[in-house]
């Protein structure tokens, strides 16, 4: 008999990953994945901790099955990730009727700790070690990844997969988590990333998202002294038949090498997109955040990136309110946007995390009030500078990978046949929102930029596409076409050549 499963993931695209991970494997035990919570025999909970409110809506989703799990005892209860990782006690405190605590380097071993509980009916951990408990290469082992060849149909979309090349982060920002939550720093060998990304190639996929935490830092040593970095990892990956577009994410800024952005910019197939997170505008701010790095040396780096890859779209994350930042401080940050000009900026309030240097060195000093006007006044300069970079696009045609209906149209019922408002992404990880028929998801199509706000550029489609049930017909002028503009289908003759 088949078993079901919910599964639900909050935080990055690392847990999205790991998710999809873990959806596979239990999907070849014979799982079969529902959409409610309550028909479930195993439900299942992928969490993050970068953020409190994260936290905070694991807990709330929890304390909520508790009467589900006293009324149907043999169903089985599990926290993953980074938030079953840090807080393994606390999760058994605040939420005793749950079975399974496995963390991000144990994932491989779920399917074992669900039997486990059928067995014995005992609850199972299985957790990676804390970074100082024991030597580097036995908490590296106890973080190993993850990364099975994958089963296709789990994939959120056909045609674009995240592979990772790297787990685990050495940085130790002062604010963050996840180095203590996702291990030190291991990269994969190239060998098996290649693999991963042929196999990926040969079901369909057109677009690779290698994931790293600082996925910029990817460096692996062969036994002979070669080293392999992310530009040449690009390099060996880059004819992979039937992959379009390569991107990558995060980056450090500290990392960007010239030799990665020689490849970006030589490698036809990797994009002209770069998330390079600044965190603060303010130098001792950065300082206090432990990021390695000066807003001078940040502006050269843009400068750097700009110069070395013609045309390339940056984008960005924000804290505000960290420990001791005052209003001239957050001023830097203003004006480092303001001047910047990133594509979009990812903006987040600081969210103190036990376990981490900061909250052990400085006070979280900054009034919520302060950290949430902080927060509105940097997206709304942010929003003005997306918008002027978005109205640059407008009168250019662009390359849109088409992923899927928009948000509009998966609230609409559309007429069957017709056409419909489809998003996208161009290379330089702009969202394009244009009308077409549903056939065109997963197709890359030429779109003209018409109009524009600061999230989104809108467009017509310039490809020809057969819709609707006429067949191309001959008469007088040429082939008859339909095609899906704006304004709705319209029928066109076209020359015969
Ligand atoms: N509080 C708020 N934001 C955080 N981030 C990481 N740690 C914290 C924290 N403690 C943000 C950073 C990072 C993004 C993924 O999350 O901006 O780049
Ligand atoms: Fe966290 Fe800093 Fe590592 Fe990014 S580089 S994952 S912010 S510690």
Known sequence: MTKKLYIETVGCQ????????????????????????????????????????????IYSALGSLRAHKKRYPRKILGVLGCMAQKDQEIVRRRAPHVDIVCG????????????????????????????????????????ESYDPLRDPSVRPSPFQAYVRIMIGCDKFCTYCIVPSVRGPEQSRHPERIAAEVTQLASEGCKEIILL?????????GFGDGRRFRLADLLARIHNTAGIERIKFVTNFPRDMSDDLLDAVRALPKVCPYLHVPAQSGCNAVLKRMKRLYTVEYYRDML????????????????????????????????????????????????????????????????????????????????????????????????????????????????PPGGPVQLTGRSPTDHIVVFDGNSRLIGQTVQVAVEEATSFTLFGTVQTREHIGVDQPRHDDEGPLLSIATKEGIKRISLPIL
């Open 212 to 220: 790293g935490q600082t996925v910029n830092s990817y460096k692996f």
């Open 303 to 414: 400068a750097r990136c700009r110069e070395r890859v013609p045309g390339v779209a940056i984008s960005s994350d924000f804290i505000v309110g960290f420990c001791g930042e005052s209003e001239e401080s957050f001023g830097r940050t203003c004006e480092l946007v303001e001047t910047a000009g990133f594509k979009n900026s990812f903006i987040f309030k600081y969210s103190a995390r036990p376990g981490t240097k900061g909250t052990e060195l400085y006070q979280d000093d900054v009034a919520e009030e302060v950290k949430k006007r902080r927060n509105n006044d940097l997206l709304a300069i942010q929003n003005r500078v997306s918008l002027t970079d978005h109205l640059r696009w407008v009168g250019r045609t662009v390359e849109v990978l088409v992923e899927g209906p928009s948000k509009v149209a998966l609230k609409q019922k559309d």
């Open 104 to 143: 991000t380097g144990q994932l491989s071993s779920l399917p074992e700790l669900i039997a486990q509980v059928e067995r014995t009916g005992q609850p199972q951990y299985a957790l990676g070690l804390a970074r100082n408990e024991a030597s580097r290469r036995e908490v590296e082992q106890s973080f």
């Open 14 to 57: 690392m847990n999205v990953l790991d998710s999809e991970l873990v959806v596979g494997s239990l999907r070849r035990r014979g799982y079969e994945v529902v959409p409610d919570a309550g028909d479930a025999d195993v439900i299942l909970f992928n969490t993050c901790s970068v953020r409190q409110h994260a936290e905070d809506k």
